[in-house]
């Protein structure tokens, strides 16, 4: 075994027995390198990634490949997922260099950490114009000897390239109604509309996107933003990119019309994803938005929690085909010969036309990923429950796909959000337990007595890597959606030590922000990306929390570092609003205010609940809720809110000024 085998990373570890003689990321590995003369080979990617795997078997479990590479280079292996600064510096460094990006990232370092050769994935013998891997490392190996001077060069200026980068957006006034209007229109212009999403293949979830859009027609009763976000929620739980026998969302599809996916299953997507279908629910009352977000809700729970009560990062794409042969997509894919041993020939050919099976198949070998194509409801819905619990428990038998079962604060802050809220809007307490134990998880693991959060836990155990920007943000965001559905102040609370931190640590001059914190671990360049990607960035993640919490509690100093921040989205929402859809969100909850509601009476009142009811369907962007008794001092909001005439009461407050309190349902639901 090599250093590997003391980590905690599932990526890692699987590293732990390859010949090759890894390093994790520390200044141990560069001192190494700089006593030995030789280049750093860093190599980063994560547990769920089909390409890592591949690499992994055919370079860095073969003995020839690994003699080389231990000969002539300290390799460091470094889990993206633990460590996102370290993976944002050089994988900067990629895209600039190559154009593209993506994992496995390939890089050659000085002993000090200047990158100087990149890459992705390299094969073991030349493919499609690709150099081999032994070819790359030999050629590293002779410019390293042979060209120093040279390499030096390049090094010094890539690191020069990248200090320079800086961004300077914030502070330069919020989105306003123009900003909007354009990022409306970008997003017109690259919209699917015959298959829903934007752009081509692979087609990624528009999580954040679909989150603008909702807010955005909430605000301003725009037809074609709701259309946009309906058709591509549809379109996407209808095509193969969803589960349709156990719920949840693969990572994107690799064609325009959702019909193959990239089998891993990440937490994050499937956190965003069903707080986006729950949030279209509230907008529409769409049945198949209701059980999209119910469905991938227990996905969540049945396959990402953890014994600890956290949530685990991915299900990977790969499994075993049954016949010791790891396959992508192979636990989850069919064959009309396959449904005929479960169900029989009637039953299975109902299945295959209601799930787009065919004999040619839709995916690989003659295998088709299960889709609903029908645009009509089932004839027997019965006997469609009946084959899909059958197809579901044959394929239990399977070979499951691998679990990276290490807890990342910030997924596992998105996915406390997406089910308390979803457990709050569709009466399902047992969600909101499950997301009260995750967050509980958070504190107790996570959190030292200072607030600073640990990345990453493993089996109840806190890593050794700080949180970033994100980690701070979203789990701030899950506190603060707990706190509003349980009428728990202590989760406020929570929230604002961690939000208080990110004033101190993370935000610069001007309004902007950074992804580390001012006294991390000082890298060649400190990362600062405020583009929304497979998630939010840490960026438009703290503007929301920040913003949030100030409506809370009334705190200038929270709004204004969020307004602050929302300049970026001025600067960029207009060009680029698929990459800034969180940021465009979190805008439109600050042009609505965004409202702050107190409901205030006995938890046990029914005219109290129907009033807390009606405050959760709140459709008004960023609108937040604070409940309890009159004289309750878990909430700010509640402060100075009487019952009225000795009945429960709703107050609304927006821009600072408050409507009457109200005490009829009704009444508060025209308010918001």
């Not at 030999?138 to 410019?143: F, K, T």
């Not at 509003?484 to 993370?506: K, S």
Request: net charge negative; proline share 6%; glycine share 10%.
């Amino acid at each position: 075994m090599n250093r590997l085998a003391g980590t905690t990373s599932p990526y890692l570890l699987q590293h732990a027995d390859n010949p090759v003689d890894w390093w994790p990321w520390g200044p141990e590995a560069f001192e190494e390198a700089k006593r030995r003369d030789v280049p750093v080979l860093l190599s980063v990617g994560y547990s769920a990634c089909h390409w890592c795997h591949v690499m992994a078997h055919e370079s860095f479990e073969d003995d020839a490949t690994a003699a080389l590479v231990n000969e002539n280079f300290v390799a460091v292996k470094v889990d993206r997922e633990e460590r996102p600064d370290v993976d944002a510096v050089y994988m900067e460094a990629v895209q600039a260099a190559t154009g593209q990006g993506g994992w496995p990232m390939t890089v050659f370092l000085t002993p000090d950490a200047a990158p100087f050769y990149f890459g992705t994935y390299f094969p073991p013998e030349p493919r499609h114009g690709m150099p081999s891997f032994p070819e790359v490392l030999e050629g590293v190996r002779d410019a390293w000897t042979g060209r120093r001077e040279e390499v030096g060069e390049v090094a010094d200026r890539i690191v020069k390239d990248l200090a320079g980068r800086s961004l300077a957006y914030g502070g330069d006034g919020v989105p306003g109604e123009e900003e909007f209007a354009q990022a409306l229109l970008g997003l017109t212009r690259e919209y699917d509309a015959t298959r829903g999403g934007f752009g081509g293949a692979p087609k990624f979830p528009p999580s954040m996107v679909l989150e603008f859009l909702l807010r955005h027609h909430a605000r301003t009763g725009s037809a074609g933003a709701l259309q946009m976000a309906a058709d591509t929620c549809e379109a996407m739980a209808r095509g193969g990119i969803y589960d349709q026998l156990g719920g949840g969302f693969a990572r994107y599809a690799v064609d325009r019309a959702w019909v193959v996916p990239h089998f891993e299953k990440m937490l994050y997507d499937n956190a965003l994803l069903c707080r986006a279908y729950a949030h279209l629910w509230k907008a529409t009352g769409s049945d198949l938005a209701r059980r999209v977000a119910l469905e991938t809700a227990d996905f969540l729970v049945r396959e990402l929690r953890t014994p600890e009560g956290g949530f685990a990062s991915a299900l990977d794409a790969d499994s075993d085909d049954g016949t010791g042969k790891h396959v992508e997509g192979a636990y989850y894919v069919w064959t009309p010969g396959q449904l005929a041993e479960v169900l029989g020939a009637d039953d299975a050919a109902l299945a295959a036309t209601h799930y787009g099976v065919t004999e040619d198949g839709t995916f690989e070998h003659g295998s088709s990923v299960l889709q609903l194509p029908q645009e009509a409801g089932p004839a027997d819905a019965d006997r469609i429950a009946s084959i899909a619990a059958r197809l579901l428990a044959a394929r239990e038998e399977r070979p499951r796909p691998g679990r990276d079962d290490k807890v990342v604060a910030a997924w596992n802050g998105l996915a406390v959000a997406a089910l308390a809220e979803t457990g709050a809007l569709f009466d399902r307490p047992d969600l909101v337990e499950r997301a009260t134990e995750a967050a509980d998880l958070l504190v107790r693991v996570h959190m030292d007595e200072q607030a600073r959060l640990t990345r990453t836990s493993k089996d109840g155990r806190a890593g050794t890597n700080a949180g970033v920007l994100e980690d701070y943000a979203d789990v701030a965001e899950g506190f603060l959606a707990l706190a509003a559905v349980t009428g728990e102040g202590a989760w406020l609370e929570f929230a604002g030590f961690l939000l208080d931190l990110v004033l101190d640590l993370f935000v610069a001059e001007g309004g902007a922000l950074y992804d580390t914190a001012h006294d991390a671990e000082a890298l060649i360049r400190r990362p600062q990306d405020p583009t929304d990607n497979a998630t939010p960035s840490g960026w438009t993640a703290a503007a929301g929390a920040l913003l949030s919490y100030a409506a809370q509690t009334g705190s200038e100093a929270h709004r204004a570092a969020a307004e602050g921040a929302l300049g970026v989205v001025k600067a960029l929402g207009p060009r680029a609003p698929r990459f800034i859809g969180w940021g465009l969100a979190v805008a439109e909850a600050l042009l609505d205010g965004p409202r702050e509601i107190a409901v205030v009476g006995a938890p046990g009142d029914e005219a109290f609940q129907e009033l807390r009811r009606t405050a959760l369907l709140a459709t008004a962007p960023g609108a937040v809720l604070a409940t309890g008794s009159p004289d309750s001092e878990e909430f700010p909001l509640l402060k100075d809110r009487p019952l009225v005439a000795g009945r429960p009461a709703a107050y609304v407050c927006r821009h600072f000024t408050c409507e009457a309190p109200v005490t009829d349902p009704a009444a508060l639901r025209r308010a918001l």
